[in-house]
């Protein structure tokens, strides 16, 4: 649930720069790379990133699925 709201938090003040930036450079275009699939990862808490990926309008975006690798020993 922390992550959650942590995840939530983070949401708001990033559509917050977002607007910001746009209202500043209107025609900006903004990208992004995504994960998805964590092990861990909620039903609830991938539904919120697909609604901040529809919030921000992103020109282009790529998307990666999760996947484990091994332990590197250093």
Same mark, same amino acid.
């Given at each position: 649930l922390i992550h959650l709201i942590d995840v939530i938090t983070f949401s708001i003040t990033f559509? *917050?720069?977002v607007s910001q930036i746009r209202m500043i450079i209107p025609n900006i275009? =903004?990208?992004? *790379?995504f994960i998805c699939g964590f092990c861990d990862e909620s039903e609830e808490?991938? =539904?919120s990133s697909l609604d901040l990926i529809n919030q921000v309008k992103y020109?282009?975006?790529?998307v990666f699925p999760y996947s484990?690798?091994?332990?590197?020993?250093?």
């Open positions: 559509l *917050d720069l275009a =903004l990208t992004s *790379d808490a991938h =539904l020109q282009f975006i790529y484990m690798r091994e332990v590197l020993p250093f």
